[in-house]
């Protein structure tokens, strides 16, 4: 079972543009180098295909990338290949953590999701994200009162319901 990236934490950004990835994503990003050896950096990729629409630069493991290359690869439409290939290839770049913990977020990147002194890094499964933590609010608000209205698409158990467990196939 592939390990995920969970819980969320703020972190302050210097004016060099460092920030401290968390420790437990640390984790998640080593085990998901094949070629990681102690001693030598971390490394990730960092889409930012959808920075301006969605608001957040999305984190992938060595390992989650290669995956989903593998799938791009098969998309038999030329045309929904070659925006899979810009969204997550084109605009993507290779990371690597600095001994300290942290990474240099480049100044384009941050200007794309309007990033000013703090992000928050939000485990989403495979990947993470990295917004600004209003906008992380915001968006978090807007889910929770779909649900609360009843939105049945926004219903995590209602959803996992219909889902088998592992332990049942």
Same mark, same amino acid.
């Given at each position: &079972?592939?390990?995920?990236?969970?819980?969320?934490?703020?972190?302050?950004?210097?004016?060099?543009?460092?920030?401290?990835?968390?420790?437990?994503?640390?984790?998640?990003?080593?085990? #998901?180098?094949?070629?990681?050896?102690?001693?030598?950096?971390?490394?990730?990729?960092?889409?930012? #295909?959808? *920075?301006?629409?969605?608001?957040?630069l999305e984190g992938y493991t060595i390992d989650s990338m290669t995956r989903l290359e593998r799938r791009i690869r098969k998309i038999p439409s030329r045309d929904a290949r070659?925006? *899979?290939?810009?969204?997550?290839?084109?605009?993507?770049?290779?990371?690597?953590? @600095?001994?300290?913990?942290?990474?240099?977020? %480049?100044?384009?990147? !941050?200007? =794309?999701?309007?990033? &000013?002194?703090?992000?928050?890094?939000? #485990?989403?499964?495979?990947?993470? !994200?990295?917004?600004?933590?209003?906008?992380?609010? *915001?968006?978090?608000? =807007?889910?929770?009162?779909? &649900?609360? *209205?009843? @939105? %049945?698409?926004?219903?995590? &158990?209602?959803?996992?319901?219909?889902?088998?467990?592992?332990?049942?196939?």
């Open positions: &079972m592939r390990p995920a990236f969970r819980s969320k934490s703020v972190h302050k950004v210097d004016g060099k543009g460092r920030v401290s990835i968390p420790a437990v994503f640390r984790t998640v990003l080593r085990e #998901g180098d094949p070629e990681w050896v102690d001693g030598k950096p971390l490394r990730f990729i960092l889409v930012h #295909g959808q *920075a301006r629409e969605h608001g957040y070659e925006n *899979a290939i810009e969204m997550y290839l084109t605009n993507s770049t290779y990371l690597e953590v @600095d001994p300290n913990g942290r990474i240099v977020l %480049p100044k384009d990147l !941050r200007d =794309e999701i309007r990033a &000013m002194d703090e992000l928050v890094f939000q #485990g989403h499964l495979d990947t993470f !994200r990295i917004r600004v933590p209003e906008v992380a609010e *915001a968006e978090q608000e =807007e889910r929770r009162a779909r &649900m609360v *209205a009843g @939105d %049945p698409m926004s219903d995590p &158990m209602a959803a996992l319901d219909e889902i088998p467990d592992e332990g049942d196939e």
